[in-house]
Nanobody, 118 residues
Framework: QVQLVESGGGLVQPGGSLRLSCAAS????????MGWYRQAPGKQREMVAT???????NYAYSVKGRFTISRDNAKNTIGLQMNSLKPEDTAVYYC????????????WGQGTQVTVSS
């Protein structure tokens, strides 16, 4: 079992910045990849950025160059620095990880709202 707790988010004007954080607890020794996903109203949940324990990152094309994912393995946390925010970045952002034990089991945080609006 893995528990994920997010913090950060809020309301920001276009062009502004926000930082999200996620802390993992539980069976954290089995975790490799952690990441951020988002879901806007009426849309499917989509991957924003992921990072492996070794620090290999992957970004959605729409956020490349604007968002930066980071990880602190000692503290079992990940962060998402979001710069140059756009209204289309408005969504609920979820922290994610998964365990592989025969099959994949995903774990999600409770979600945090990010609203980009003037």
């Amino acid at each position: 079992q893995v528990q994920l707790v997010e913090s950060g988010g809020g309301l920001v004007q276009p062009g502004g910045s926000l930082r999200l954080s996620c802390a993992a607890s539980g069976s954290i020794f089995s975790i490799n990849t952690m990441g951020w996903y988002r879901q806007a109203p009426g849309k499917q949940r989509e991957m924003v950025a992921t990072i492996t324990r070794a620090g290999i990152t992957n970004y959605a094309y729409s956020v490349k160059g604007r968002f930066t994912i980071s990880r602190d393995n000692a503290k079992n946390t990940i962060g998402l620095q979001m710069n140059s925010l756009k209204p289309e970045d408005t969504a609920v952002y979820y922290c994610n990880t998964y365990l592989l034990s025969g099959s994949r089991r995903d774990y999600w945080g409770q979600g945090t709202q990010v609203t980009v609006s003037s």
